[in-house]
């Protein structure tokens, strides 16, 4: 990269030399380092718009439904091309927890969201499963060499995220953010199609995913927020 910018200088071109870029409206670093700079600054704004619903459902509890639509889309929007971290997830439930229209001193966050907008309206939900469902896209439309380059470096990423207190500085795309979300949720991502789940048994996602596949899927995240919530005095999870 430093040759690359030296030669445009002395050729006369002017150019910004920078470590990381928006593009498409997303962040991208080219594969090197992980970038949020842009991801962050829309959960920003997706707080400052929650807020605004959170006042709207005191007074009318239908006006929880905006943050999905509303909030929601904006907070996470590109966001399953780096991945969104379990900070970024805790952060999104506290919007979501707030439009909700229940304003009380310790409330669960499980159960008050579980209430309002529905269980798989959760974030902790609905970032991980679109962040499968991007993989799955892509792994589907894959050739042949294509899918042998993704086994390779899967099986590269598998055994450099699996420590938990640093996976998600180490994620810089789409398969590392699948496979520290597939950990984040206690599934065993052994391979791009073939994948265990948290009480022992394994899906081969050869053929794609169906309908069962995404049933158990949530359902293992939502037995976990569950049981997440059960260890806090009034849930507050």
Same mark, same amino acid.
């Given at each position: 990269?430093?040759?690359?910018?030296?030669? @445009?200088? $002395?050729? #006369?071109?002017?150019? *910004?030399?920078?470590?990381?870029?928006?593009d498409? !409206? %997303?962040?991208?670093?080219?594969?090197?380092?992980?970038?949020?700079?842009?991801?962050?600054?829309?959960?920003?704004?997706?707080?400052?718009?929650?807020?605004?619903?959170?006042?709207?459902?005191?007074?009318?509890?239908?006006?929880?439904? @905006?943050? $999905?639509? #509303?909030?929601?889309? *904006?907070?996470?929007?590109?966001?399953?091309?780096? !991945? %969104?971290?379990?900070?970024?997830?805790?952060?999104?439930?506290?919007?979501?927890?707030?439009?909700?229209?229940?304003?009380?001193?310790?409330?669960?966050?499980?159960?008050?969201?579980?209430?309002?907008?529905?269980?798989?309206?959760?974030?902790?939900?609905?970032?991980?499963?679109?962040?499968?469902?991007?993989?799955?896209?892509?792994?589907?439309?894959?050739?042949?060499?294509?899918?042998s380059?993704?086994?390779?470096?899967?099986?590269?990423?598998?055994?450099?995220?699996?420590?938990?207190?640093?996976?998600?500085?180490?994620?810089?795309?789409?398969?590392?953010?699948?496979?520290?979300?597939l950990?984040?949720?206690?599934?065993?991502?052994?391979?791009?199609?073939?994948?265990?789940t948290?009480?022992?048994?394994?899906?081969?996602?050869?053929?794609?995913?169906?309908?069962?596949?995404?049933?158990?899927?949530?359902?293992?995240?939502?037995?976990?927020?569950?049981?997440?919530?059960?260890?806090?005095?009034?849930?507050?999870?």
């Amino acid at each position: 990269l430093d040759d690359i910018h030296s030669s @445009l200088l $002395s050729n #006369g071109v002017v150019v *910004q030399k920078v470590t990381a870029a928006r593009d498409l !409206g %997303i962040d991208t670093a080219g594969g090197r380092r992980r970038s949020t700079k842009v991801l962050h600054k829309r959960l920003f704004k997706s707080k400052k718009r929650s807020a605004r619903i959170a006042r709207l459902s005191l007074v009318n509890r239908k006006a929880a439904k @905006l943050f $999905s639509t #509303g909030a929601w889309p *904006q907070g996470t929007w590109g966001g399953a091309s780096m !991945g %969104i971290a379990p900070t970024h997830i805790r952060a999104l439930r506290t919007q979501a927890s707030s439009c909700t229209g229940i304003k009380s001193q310790g409330k669960c966050n499980t159960t008050a969201i579980s209430l309002v907008l529905g269980q798989h309206k959760d974030p902790a939900i609905r970032a991980r499963v679109d962040q499968v469902k991007l993989f799955l896209g892509i792994w589907a439309e894959a050739d042949g060499p294509l899918r042998s380059q993704i086994r390779l470096v899967w099986a590269r990423l598998v055994h450099t995220l699996q420590n938990k207190t640093s996976r998600w500085t180490k994620v810089v795309g789409p398969i590392g953010a699948t496979i520290s979300t597939l950990f984040d949720i206690h599934w065993v991502p052994s391979s791009p199609e073939v994948w265990g789940t948290p009480d022992g048994n394994s899906w081969n996602l050869t053929q794609g995913p169906t309908g069962w596949f995404w049933k158990e899927f949530q359902s293992s995240i939502v037995l976990q927020l569950w049981e997440q919530a059960s260890r806090h005095p009034w849930g507050g999870a």
